[in-house]
């Protein structure tokens, strides 16, 4: 984990996100991307320009922002973007080579009742980068058990299991497979291979009708403090996340949420 991307918004906990970030790429001697990306829509005939203005000031937002955390030494980069915001964050991730983006559940103040902001929401359905998703006022700390929910455990990409496999070797955490039987099973998708036999220390299995009943139905008995899940077309997102935002009722967790990239 070489280079992590934190797309910083106007929520009143921007500070504590960052900080966490700062603390999680220090423990993998990482360097920090803090990015801010805006767009303008100008009405015709308009004369005045407002980009620069926005950059400027945006610009300014961030860096007042960095000198109020502990940066711990770490590498950090301070960019202001223009463009749309999906697009402009995998131009981003690209040409920085990013391993990790980092997202905070709401990067604006909204209701308590939103689990997954609009923002936050549109980059986690819309992106194909490995994430981490942090709840607010989460303090760093090393991770030690992980549960890691799969309705397949068939892996065509080894390359996904990479954050994972990092985060585990990192803080050697203890990572708890749960393959999650659901209507659409099939015998193959308990298969393990070697690579995913190599990164897991359990295994247990249980029937729900979704990935995400199983996490709820054995959290409790896992006491995990990271929920590793992994982002299909038609996987743990689909049904939660058809819309970015995402209300508490629907999907929420009070531990930070690692999102793989599809494994097949």
């Not at 801010?36 to 005045?48: D, E, L, P, S």
């Not at 992106?127 to 607010?136: C, M, S, Y």
């Amino acid at each position: 984990m070489k280079n992590i991307l934190v797309p910083i918004g106007t929520s009143k906990n921007a500070s504590r996100h960052l900080q966490y970030a700062i603390d999680f790429a220090e423990a993998f001697g990482a360097k920090l991307f803090v990015i801010q990306v805006y767009n303008v829509y100008t009405r015709a005939g308009t004369m005045i320009k407002v980009d620069k203005i926005i950059e400027r000031e945006s610009l300014k937002t961030l860096k007042r922002l960095v000198a109020r955390i502990n940066t711990k030494g770490v590498d950090i980069t301070i960019k202001v973007l223009k463009g749309d915001l999906i697009d402009t964050l995998e131009m981003a991730c690209k040409a920085a080579d990013i391993d990790l983006l980092m997202v905070e559940p709401r990067t604006t103040s909204v209701k308590d009742e939103v689990f997954l902001g609009k923002t936050s929401g549109k980059i986690i359905k819309h992106t194909q980068i490995p994430a981490l998703i942090v709840p607010e006022k989460t303090v760093f700390k090393p991770f030690e058990n992980i549960l890691f929910a799969v309705k397949s455990a068939l892996l065509r990409k080894p390359e996904a299991l990479n954050p994972l496999r990092e985060i585990k070797m990192t803080f050697n955490a203890k990572v708890n497979l749960l393959l999650v039987k659901t209507t659409f099973y099939k015998p193959s998708d308990f298969n393990l291979g070697e690579e995913m036999k190599g990164i897991t220390d359990t295994v247990q299995k249980t029937e729900n009708p979704t990935t995400y009943q199983g996490v709820l139905q054995h959290q409790e008995s896992i006491k995990p403090d990271l929920l590793c899940v992994v982002r299909r077309k038609r996987g743990f997102f689909t049904k939660q996340w058809e819309k970015n935002v995402i209300l508490k009722k629907e999907f929420s967790s009070k531990i930070p949420v690692l999102v793989l990239s599809g494994l097949k």
